[in-house]
């Protein structure tokens, strides 16, 4: 692969100049990793109160790397994550979030009420935002810091993630209704 150079950032409480890949959870959506978005936006809309957005270059020469769309192999990889079984050894994932009900998702289909694909149809609800999990200490090489910038105001960034959630949950919830499984899931929920 050709190199390129991407624009990241990552939301968190403090300055981050040398990201430790060791700290993530390892049952996240790429596993274990440190976790940016090409999206600065997007970091804004999920930062908590006294936030540092910190800025990225990285450089992709020589590093492995996996890209998912939001499909069947991104749906079982994902699933396999949360369950802490990360099967991938690229240097660099980039891919969908699942959106924030895949915990419920993943519960339900666990419980046998789902099919992989019905269960797709759900993560597939919603906007699709990017995220870049750094995988290796190769990758973290290749990962330069440019600064980070000191947020204390969300508020303007609040309502627009607090929007953007109300439009996805009533498209979620038609999109439940409209599966085959969701008289079997409403009188589980009731």
Request: aromatic content about 12%.
């Amino acid at each position: 692969m050709k190199d390129q150079i991407l624009h990241l950032y990552h939301a968190g409480k403090d300055r981050i100049p040398k990201p430790d890949i060791q700290i993530g959870r390892k049952n996240a959506d790429f596993g274990q990793g440190f976790y940016l978005s090409p999206d600065k936006e997007f970091s804004l809309r999920w930062a908590g109160r006294d936030t540092y957005i910190n800025e990225y270059e990285l450089h992709t020469d020589g590093l492995t790397i996996q890209n998912w769309d939001r499909d069947q192999d991104w749906f079982r990889y994902i699933f396999g994550n949360r369950r802490a079984k990360d099967t991938c050894r690229a240097d660099l994932v980039v891919g969908p979030i699942a959106n924030d009900t895949l915990y419920d998702t993943l519960g339900i289909l666990t419980s046998g009420l789902l099919s992989d694909e019905e269960a797709l149809k759900l993560l597939e609800i919603g906007p699709c935002y990017i995220q870049v999990a750094i995988k290796s200490q190769k990758a973290v090489q290749n990962l330069k810091w440019i600064g980070a910038e000191h947020f204390t105001e969300f508020g303007h960034y609040r309502r627009l993630r607090a929007e953007e959630e109300r439009r996805f949950q009533a498209e979620f919830a038609r999109g439940l209704h409209s599966l085959s499984s969701a008289e079997k899931i409403e009188d589980l929920l009731s």
